[in-house]
């Protein structure tokens, strides 16, 4: 396994993250809203617990990941929009 393969799982968690952050600021911006959008973010720190756990074995079993299916730059791009709008 290469140093690569984590960083690819820890940007993807990043990014489900990002998006949680940026729910829960729907959330506390749209009050009537709160539920829904509080509800999405949690499932977004699901998610990127499961990649955590994913890498995590991946770390541990030797576990390769496909890197030809993900681009880096199109995942850091994702990341900087959520984080810029979750501002």
Known sequence: ???EQPDILNRLAENEEAVGTLYRE???RLPDYDSFWSGLACEEEEHAC???ALCST???TGL???QGRSN???LQT???S???HGR
Do not use: Q, V
């Open 1 to 3: 396994m290469t140093g």
């Open 26 to 28: 729907f959330a506390e």
């Open 50 to 52: 499961w990649i955590r």
């Open 58 to 60: 991946a770390s541990e």
């Open 64 to 66: 390769l990941i496909d």
């Open 72 to 74: 880096e730059a199109a």
């Open 78 to 80: 994702y990341l900087l």
């Open 82 to 84: 959520a984080l810029f």
